[in-house]
C-alpha cells in the first residue's frame, strides 16, 4: 500500500478546512491537483474517506479515524525534524486543558518543574477541546475533568491526581451571594448557565426530578462569566475556576450536596513525549497535600 505523505497532508487540510477549496489554499495547490490527491488516497486504501455532494463535503467515519492518525503522524514528523535540527535542546512538552488547568495548584507546579528540569520545558495551551488535540498529537497531555467516552478513549490512559470541590457562582448583586453557601436546590430555582467546554457541570447533576428549570448553553468561559455577571444565569463549577477566573461582578461561594470532582491527567498509552511518565511524577508529589486534604476523614 503506497500511501506518502502528501496523501497525508491533503486529508489533514481537507478534514481541518472542510473543503476542497479551502484545502487547496491553506496547501499552497491547485484545486484539480488536491481531488486527484484525495482520488489516489482512496483508491489506494480502497475506501471512502470523504463524502462530496454539490452542497457539502464531510468525512466518513474511515476519513476522520485516518484524519486524527494523519495528524498525529504529522505532528510527530515536524516534531522529529525540529528535534534534529534544534541539536540537544528537546522540545517543550505540552500540556493542554479546557477551563482552568489546576486552579490555585498550577503556578507552583510549573515554577517546581522549571527550577528541577531547566532543560526540560514545558508549554500550557487552553484548548476548547483537549482531548481532540490529544488524538492529533497536537499535545502530548491535558489536565481533564471530564473523561473521554467511547472510540474517543482508545489509546489515552487517565490518572486520577485529586478531587477537588464544586462551587456556585453568582452575580455579586444576587440575594444567594451574601450568604456563606448555597445548595443544589436553592440554585435549581434559577437559570443555570452550561459552558460548552466545561462538561463538569449539566442538569444530571441533580438528583431525579428536581433539576433547574432552565439552563443556556455558552460557548466559552467568557459568555459563561458574563451571563453570571450580569445576573442572567448562575452557574456550578470546579473550585480551581475561583483562582483561574476571577471576574468583576461575580461572587464565588461553597455549594452544598454536589459530589466534588476529579482531576486526572491523560495521555497516549504511548507517550509523544519521553518526559510525559516524569512530569505525571512531578504533578502527583506536588498535588499530594490537595490529595490528602480530599480524602474522608
Do not use: K
Amino acid at each position: 500500500m503506497n500511501v506518502e505523505l502528501r496523501h497525508l497532508r491533503a486529508l489533514a487540510a481537507i478534514g481541518d478546512e472542510g473543503s476542497i477549496t479551502g484545502a487547496a489554499a491553506v496547501l499552497r495547490v491547485g484545486q484539480p491537483a488536491l481531488s486527484r490527491t484525495l482520488d489516489q488516497l482512496e483508491q489506494r486504501l480502497g475506501t471512502t474517506l470523504v463524502e462530496r455532494t454539490t452542497r457539502r463535503l464531510a468525512l466518513t467515519p474511515a476519513g476522520r479515524r485516518l484524519w486524527e492518525h494523519a495528524h498525529r503522524i504529522l505532528t510527530q514528523l515536524d516534531d522529529a525534524l525540529a528535534e534534529a535540527a534544534a541539536g540537544p535542546h528537546p522540545r517543550p512538552l505540552r500540556i493542554g486543558f479546557a477551563w482552568a488547568a489546576l486552579g490555585a495548584h498550577t503556578v507552583a507546579l510549573l515554577r517546581d518543574w522549571r527550577r528541577e528540569h531547566p532543560d526540560l520545558p514545558v508549554q500550557v495551551h487552553r484548548l476548547d477541546d483537549p482531548v481532540a488535540a490529544l488524538r492529533r498529537g497536537g499535545i502530548d497531555a491535558a489536565f481533564v475533568r471530564t473523561l473521554p467516552e467511547g472510540g474517543d478513549a482508545a489509546g489515552l490512559r487517565a490518572a486520577a491526581l485529586y478531587r477537588e470541590p464544586r462551587i456556585a457562582a453568582l452575580s455579586e448583586d444576587d440575594p444567594l451571594a451574601a450568604r456563606e453557601a448555597v445548595t443544589l436546590d436553592e440554585l435549581a430555582e434559577r437559570t443555570v448557565v452550561l459552558c460548552a467546554t466545561a462538561a463538569t457541570t449539566g442538569p444530571g447533576l441533580w438528583p431525579q426530578g428536581r433539576g433547574p428549570a432552565d439552563t443556556r448553553e455558552v460557548a466559552n468561559v467568557d459568555e459563561w462569566l458574563t451571563a453570571i455577571a450580569t445576573g442572567e444565569a448562575v452557574g456550578v463549577t470546579a473550585e480551581a475556576t475561583r483562582h483561574s477566573h476571577p471576574y468583576p461582578g461575580v461572587r464565588y461561594l461553597p455549594l452544598a450536596g454536589a459530589a466534588p470532582v476529579t482531576v486526572r491527567f491523560l495521555a497516549p498509552v504511548r507517550p509523544t513525549h519521553a518526559a510525559t511518565a516524569g512530569f505525571l511524577a512531578h504533578a502527583r508529589r506536588c498535588l499530594s497535600g490537595a490529595a490528602a486534604a480530599a480524602r474522608p476523614r
